[in-house]
């Protein structure tokens, strides 16, 4: 039989039906959640789309239930007409939405993962004496539901008979495919929240959002609360298989901090929790497992293997999540042991499947996910970075909470901001990258990471050179003083603390290099280079190019995509085509283990070093905010 | 696309194959449950069957892996055979199993409803870093299964890591169609048992079975003890309704009994729960929804509805059945509220749905379901009879237990059998029908019930107008006197024991003369009756013949098919067809409402009376053990 190409807009999703099939059919196959309020008779004429391309002849329903204005604009029934050539089917706003990034927007097409349906069950009579599932079922085959496959759990059978008769026999059937998860009295339709979140090692996001209409209700987040048993990864995989229970621990504690987060997001939109039916998880392998329950212990010894990176699809008793008992858990893939479904997430909301430019994806932390390349071919990897991004093992050190110097400019005087104002209690990474670039700029620093002493220093620099102290026998750059009273640590990048900053932004480098490598790109043939999570989003750009954390020759192509793995979560809370895609994305990702990468300690060494074209340029760092 | 038809043997289960389809493919569009060990790539030679007719010519494959000899008897590879025309398929002789029944044998063919499959997982390495997860269904798409459609719960990705290692990845993998239910160290795949119930409203028999040869391992019964409850269906629905907490507590008991007979069954066959992957069970419908835990109230009340009709399948937690966790508990679908899932098995297992001729299927309790019809049409009700074939508000009544009389006979004196021996301490069912039979044939009780003053007996009777006594006024016939000492009370059948009598046969006559003009056949056109269940499995089918319970044109017709819901029970526990085909088996069938059938009560009314014929025939009755 002959098959035509159905295109699908927004989205262009491209599908192969075959001739003589419905627009509908076409839909169900594309995994479009579509309603056909009178089960796809044409009778209600609900199921109007816009066919700009390939519409043919209206059929006899069509022109019964269409105004001929309406057909002439392309309207059709989904319904019924049907597909003799190639199509193009553009259907209704309300099935859009366009989600907020920091780099602009991305429409989604809203496709629930749970529906609700509204039916009225008939009544028995000694005439039909079918069992009351045997009428649930009549009724939802109305709505264009499979009634052999209908299936229904023991413990909604033994509501059934009850919530029929006290709703007058008017229920809402929560369904999942053709599972039905959920019985409610009376229509409860308009009712359907989702929460999306993005478990991070160190802070928890999450999002709650309306599920019909994709808006976003209210954002909230909280620290890990696991980070008592350990900062990182590492640590919380020793925590979870030396300590006894020790996964246990770690696994209530995220799900304790994701059900107070739900609750606080509720009581700030003012809803319930029987009004979430959906919560969708992003996360990096580790917290991902954690989240789970599953301990990770594989991750961290070679070969470095996730118990399972496939997405997770789980009911909400089953995981311990306090939101209605009909609702689902989607957890997004992970792509490898150190490549989680956090960067999936962040692959998923820059659409780099569908990208035929290269593109540079780098969300930078402990450890630094690095992914290269376009819709054709993409290869990603983790950088051990070292905590030095997130101001630990550096003398004055902090993460970027108050107090914390986060920018440095080196102007005719040295100026900085603090965060909270007030005065500084220690340098943030940020901060630490901007006062490094500043001093190579200088020439205060030369290529293998020297500070140098004051009596060595250019004329240019000359100025800086009171804030050059000796600190345990090398040069020291203080960047605030103790103050007057004698109270406080003066605040100080050290010669050690540059060398750790040498050996963070190394791992990335290597990393981008060997990524580079492999896919076998220059640095001109890379069209955009997306800076993902906290961090990425925090630093200034021309300092992490200064540094060479990022290429030099990249700086003017790259874009700050913010908490892209909070927008890649929602992406997958709101649209189940979404999270079907992100399976693709995580599967079609090659992951490069650099440990085992031919020559990476030399690429990994000589990244290490400044790059001295930053020192002959000897231009000013300006803090771009 | 030209499609054929491919019978299997035994069972002549027709499917209608695509012409080019394997017949591999054509196995798994019958549900036939067959081993592929090499994943159907023609390597293993294992999946050789026997094509008696339209084999055709041996593929490529087919001549290297078989014999010339074999080719030439028809052996063929069902993995590489391709269907080109009408065939005839023999499944192996391992895939069938022989049921005893009372009646003789029924052959049913072998399919687990859960597969055990055994699979090496691969061992991750640096270059090949998938998932624990990941591994193992590419072992599973080695034995043919679809990767993509495999499932798997967290509790058991929870598991995973450990367990792959620990068995040096070799595990054993419980599938039920593409979700795995269990994992387990090693080869485990020899061990596998199942159990079958049939829980009546008075007894539950439990049958352990081992799943793979079918063989029956013991049996085990109980008294229900849900009878402190209530001794009859509608005493407890009145219970679970009334009662704070009465569902629960019913519910509760019949778990216990049924986790309590597991134990027992185990212990005799001296195996361990975590052997046992799969329960069926029968019921009539009120035993069933409490088996369930649902609230069977509907039932009670017009217009008479079950919750559910359709056959269950529900996890061993969910319904806290103590078997291996990755067990599944099928539970047969019932017919209609007062025609339940133990009819549907006594169908199942008289395959009456395959049946030409008109059979006529009877089990006789407090309330009789009757079955007439052919695989063409079926038609069912349910007769309210009460509680005298139980011996209940009969004078000298009681169960079938020891020191019941049970059987009668009117030879030249009284004889009777005493169940156990010894003095006689009441009469049961059987024996009050003996006596009534014996008493009509003799002409001592009129058409209308009367029994009669000994000075209106026949010259034939008059040997026993000694045991005519008065009872309240009326005559009663003693059986047996009190004993020499004075000790025991005589038994005897009052007058209001044959009015109670009359009622009770009355009700499944008229049911069955119902059927009969529901069907519009006449009793000529009945081929055969089956009688199921204890009591008429215990009956005289003479007597019952004689007083009316059954026409007694019917007599020579009579076959005694045992404990058929049991039976019914152990095929849909073997074979998931046989599950399958009970759920055609309870929706093909009529359900006929008396109360609502036009003119029910003149017929009830007219059945009470005794057949006049009877008393002509004057037939000695013989007991027939």
Known sequence: MKSYQVIFQPGDQAMEVQEGSTIMEAMDQAGINFDFPCGGQGKCGKCRVRVPAGA???????????????LDRGIRLACAARVHGHMTVELPERLQHNILMASGERTCRIEPHLKKIFVQVAEPSLEAQRSDWHRLK???????????????PVALLRRLPETIRRAGHGVTVVMYGSKIEGLEEHDTTPAMLGMAFDIGTTTIVGYLLDLYSGRELCAVSTLNPQTRFG??????ITFANREEGGLEKLHAAVLGAINKLIGEALEKAGAGKEQIYGVSVAANTCMHHLFLGINPGNIAVAP???AVSEPVVAGAAELGIDINPAGKIFVLPNIAGFVGADTTAVLLAAETDRSTGIKLVIDIGTNGEIALGSGERMVACSAAAGPAFEGAQISSGMRGAAGAIDHVQFEDNLAYTVIGGGRPLGICGSALLDTVAGLLELGMINKRGKLLPPGQLTAEAARFKDCIVEHEGQPAFVLAGADKTGHGRPVTVTQGDIRELQLAKGAIAAGIRVLMQTLGVELDDIQEVLLAGAF???L???????????????????????????TGAKLALLSSSEFRRAAQVAESVEFVELGSYPGFNSIFAANTYFNPKTQQKGKKVAVKQ
């Open 56 to 70: 043919g002849d209206p059929t006899a329903t069509e022109k019964e239930i269409l105004e001929p204005m309406e």
């Open 304 to 306: 470095y293997v996730a």
């Open 138 to 152: 009549d009724s939802l085959a109305g709505q264009g539901y499979n009634s052999a496959r209908l299936e229904i």
């Open 540 to 566: 200034n750009p021309h300092s992490a190019c200064a540094i060479g954390l990022i290429p030099s020759e990249l700086e003017g192509k790259i874009t700050m995509i913010g908490n892209a793995a909070g």
């Open 536 to 538: 990425g989003n925090y």
């Open 231 to 236: 900062a990182d990864v590492i640590s919380r």
